[in-house]
């Protein structure tokens, strides 16, 4: 790429800050980004931690691992995703982290605890994983943060494949047509660009050129893939007032004026 994925711009940010700030409006408890040792990071959200990954280079399980440990008595289930997913949707983020809590609901089918044979009625999930557009999923994943010993000793010895932690829990997995299954998910990313990643120059070029989300803001739809974007200052977002001019915005979003705000920008529909 010529640059680390999290320091690509992203509509005035970065590809970091629009992760986590996207994490942010969706989850109750503290989002954290895993660090490698000694990474400086470009400027991240209000009240997003930061825990450096003790080794450098084990790859995503170890990655995983530290983060949940830094979770661990603060959230029971964290949602790990890597820093280049440019169009995540929080109706996405929501279905899988459901899927954990709820044990079922969409989940196509759970592997690796014996007497498991189907989905009605299972609970105890560790691990909801997509398996989706043709691959396993582990960093756009839903992990119990109880976990975290567990795979501290896979990496001590050496076990550092993210399958190696699926061998040994209760895995739910999430094929095309389980996370279709969400009306929302349907209706939002109907094409799971969730789980498009840029892993090199062109792809960076293919995520930029895509047209802004469509979002309403009262009356009117916009274009707007930021707060600051739709040029009416502070907005009420998922029922909190926003005044972060760099918070995303994705597909489907109503947007509410907070008072004194100006009126909307450009219309692009009915």
Not at 27 to 45: F, I
Not at 127 to 141: E, I, K, W, Y
Not at 202 to 230: E, F, H, K, M, Q
Request: glycine fraction near 12%; hydrophobic fraction near 50%.
């Amino acid at each position: 790429m010529g640059t680390a994925k999290a320091d690509l711009e992203w509509h005035g940010s970065t590809l970091l800050h629009r992760t986590t700030a996207l994490l942010a409006r969706v989850v109750d408890g503290p989002v954290l980004v895993v660090a490698a040792p000694g990474q400086v990071l470009p400027a991240l959200p209000d009240g997003v931690g930061v825990v450096e990954d003790p080794v450098e280079g084990l790859g995503p399980l170890a990655g995983i691992g530290a983060g949940l440990a830094a979770l661990a008595g603060r959230a029971e289930v964290a949602f790990a995703c890597s820093t280049d997913l440019p169009f995540l949707h929080p109706a996405f983020v929501r279905h899988v982290l459901r899927a954990v809590v709820d044990g079922v609901g969409g989940v196509g089918r759970v592997d690796g605890v014996d007497g498991v044979d189907g989905v009605d009625g299972v609970g105890g999930v560790d691990v909801a994983l997509p398996h989706a557009r043709g691959f396993r999923q582990p960093l756009a994943a839903a992990y119990r943060t109880s976990l975290a010993p567990l795979v501290a000793s896979l990496v001590a010895g050496g076990k550092l494949r993210p399958g190696m932690l699926y061998d040994r829990c209760t895995v739910a997995v999430l094929d095309d047509a389980a996370l279709l299954a969400d009306p929302d998910v349907a209706r939002l990313d109907p094409d799971l660009d969730s789980l498009t990643n840029v892993n090199a120059p062109d792809d960076y070029a293919a995520a930029r050129a895509v047209p802004a989300p469509v979002v309403r803001v009262g009356l009117r739809t916009v274009r707007a893939a930021t707060v600051g974007a739709l040029g009416v200052g502070a907005v009420i977002l998922d029922g909190r007032r926003v005044d972060d001019p760099l918070t995303p915005l994705a597909t489907g979003d109503v947007v509410r004026l907070a008072a004194g705000s100006a009126r909307a920008g450009t219309r692009t529909g009915p």
